[in-house]
C-alpha cells in the first residue's frame, strides 16, 4: 500500500482528536449518533476511519462495527487505541472483536461483501480524496437496500481551503464570512502547521453543494435529512466579542447529509 499524505501527520492528528475540546469530540460525535441511531447488531462501516476515534463510539453504542482508512500509520493507531482503552477496562465486554480495521482506499473495499452494511458514516474525510464518484459507487455496492450513508464535512459553502476568511465591518460592527470562490471543484495542498517549516500537507478537495447531490442520486442514494451544525465555542470579553459570536452561531462549520440507498430514482 503507498504512502497517503495523512500518514505523515498521523501522530498529530491522532492527538488532535481524542483531545477533549476537539469539534468531533463536542459537537460532531453527539450529534451523529443522534442522527445514525445506531441499534444492536447494525453493522455499521467507519468510511475513512482515522485513528478510529469513532468507530469506538459506534461500538459502545451497539454496532457491529468495519473500520478502513488508506493510511496504515493511522490503522495502526486506531488498533492501538482500541488496545488501550480495552486493557483500561473502559470498553465493554467483546468490544475488542467487534471492531474490524482495515488499510484500503475508500473507492476499494474487497473484503465487504455486496449489500452487507446497515450504516455508512464517512466523517470529514470526502473532502480529502479525490474520486468521490468512485466511493459513492462502493457505498452503494456494500449498502443494503434502505441502508443509510452519513457524509460529514466542512460545510462547503463556507469553508473553502484558501477561499474563504473572516472579516470585520468595523462600521456596521460585524463579523462576517468571506467567499471568494464556491462554484468551482478544486483541489489543493493543504499546510497541515500554519506558521511552522515543517512542510508537512495534505491535499484537500472543494466542491460545491451540487457536485455532492448529484454524485449521491446517479448512485440511487436519496437524500432524507441535512443538517448543519455551528460552533458552540465564546469569544472573550472584548469589542468584538458579541459580534464574533453571533457570527460563529449563524455560520455553521459543518454539513451534515443522510442518504438512503434506494431500488431505484427515477
Given amino acids: ?18 483531545s477533549k475540546d476537539s469539534y468531533q469530540r463536542s459537537l460532531i460525535l453527539p450529534n451523529l449518533l443522534r442522527l445514525m ?3 444492536r447488531g447494525e453493522r455499521i462501516l467507519d468510511l475513512a476511519c482515522g485513528q478510529g476515534f469513532f468507530a469506538r463510539a459506534f461500538c459502545e453504542a451497539g454496532g457491529k462495527v468495519t ?3 488508506i493510511s496504515k500509520e493511522l490503522i ?28 484500503a482506499p475508500a473507492h476499494a473495499l474487497h473484503f465487504i461483501q455486496n449489500e452487507s452494511i446497515d450504516k455508512i458514516a464517512v466523517v470529514l474525510a470526502l473532502q480529502n480524496i479525490e474520486n468521490l464518484n468512485e466511493v459513492l ?28 476568511s473572516w472579516g470585520f465591518d468595523e462600521r456596521a460592527h460585524v463579523q462576517y464570512r468571506r467567499i471568494d470562490r464556491y462554484l468551482s ?13 515543517s512542510g508537512e500537507q495534505t491535499i484537500s ?13 446517479k448512485q440511487s442514494l436519496c437524500v432524507r435529512r441535512l443538517e448543519e451544525w455551528s460552533s458552540g465555542k465564546k469569544s472573550e470579553r472584548g469589542p468584538r466579542a458579541t ?9 455553521p462549520l459543518f454539513l451534515a447529509i443522510e442518504a438512503q440507498k434506494v431500488l431505484c430514482l427515477d
Fill in 1 to 18: 500500500m503507498k504512502s497517503t499524505s495523512w500518514g505523515n501527520v498521523a501522530r498529530w492528528y491522532d492527538e488532535v482528536i481524542e
Fill in 37 to 39: 441511531e445506531i441499534q
Fill in 67 to 69: 473500520a478502513a482508512d
Fill in 76 to 103: 495502526d493507531i486506531a488498533r492501538t487505541n482500541l488496545a488501550k482503552q480495552n486493557s483500561h477496562g473502559q470498553a465493554k465486554q467483546g468490544f475488542k472483536e467487534s471492531i474490524d480495521y482495515h488499510v
Fill in 137 to 164: 459507487v462502493e457505498c452503494a455496492r456494500v449498502l443494503t437496500v434502505r441502508g443509510k450513508l452519513y457524509m460529514i464535512l466542512n460545510h462547503p459553502a463556507f469553508r473553502i481551503p484558501k477561499e474563504s
Fill in 185 to 197: 471543484n478544486t483541489k489543493m495542498r493543504i499546510d497541515m502547521h500554519p506558521g511552522r517549516k
Fill in 205 to 217: 478537495f472543494h466542491r460545491p453543494l451540487q457536485t455532492y447531490i448529484k454524485a449521491l442520486f
Fill in 243 to 251: 459580534a464574533e459570536d453571533k457570527a460563529r452561531k449563524e455560520i
